[in-house]
């Protein structure tokens, strides 16, 4: 009994090799296949790509996609809750991708620095100079880096996803109010 109970940890690290190998080659096979392994998740999840901010107004400036800035602060509970609840949840995520130009500054941050028409700032100064005087706050622009509108406060991925509409729709430059696009559900 004694001598089986010694070759029991040889028994499982030779299971385990085994169970590791069987599934590497399946998972192998399946790549070849172009299948999805048994248990994963087929659908890719979109993914904000946060950009700085001058790569992203050249980037915006290039493409024709406005842009849409995320000040936050670390110690702030709610800009947390905004990247976890809304920034994360797949509609938003994927509007984001294709259509904005995603930045997010730590408007705290006195070290770093980028430039706005012809100036440098801080990101500390920057969000002054935007006016920030709460977290979360949102600002987006259009594609020439001139502020269209500045959300405050933690918002819901529903009511954000009909920011992001309104925004990518342009219904701001025709004159649309948010209530009439909301209660419309389109800027014509």
């Known amino acids: 009994m004694i001598a089986a109970l010694r070759r029991f940890p040889l028994v499982v690290v030779v299971l385990a090799g085994a169970w590791t190998f069987a599934c590497a080659k399946e998972e192998a096979a399946n790549q070849q296949s172009g299948s999805p392994a048994s248990g994963t998740v087929q659908e890719r999840k979109a993914q904000v790509q946060w950009l700085d901010f001058d790569d992203g107004l050249a980037r915006a400036r290039s ?57 440098s700032f801080t990101h500390a100064e920057f969000s002054r100079y935007f006016g920030v005087t709460s977290f979360p706050s949102i600002a987006f622009l259009n594609d020439k880096g001139e502020l269209i509108t500045m959300v405050p406060g933690f918002v819901p991925a529903p009511q954000f996803s009909v920011f992001l509409n309104y925004i990518r729709r342009e219904c701001y430059l025709k004159n649309v109010s948010l209530r009439d696009f909301v209660a419309k559900g389109d800027c014509s």
């Open 63 to 119: 493409t024709r996609r406005p842009i849409m800035i995320n000040f936050y602060a670390d110690w702030c509970v709610y800009c947390k809750k905004l990247d976890r609840e809304t920034l994360q949840d797949p509609e938003v995520a994927r509007t984001l991708e294709g259509g904005f130009i995603a930045i997010r500054l730590n408007a705290e941050n006195g070290k770093a620095r980028l430039s706005y028409r012809g100036k």
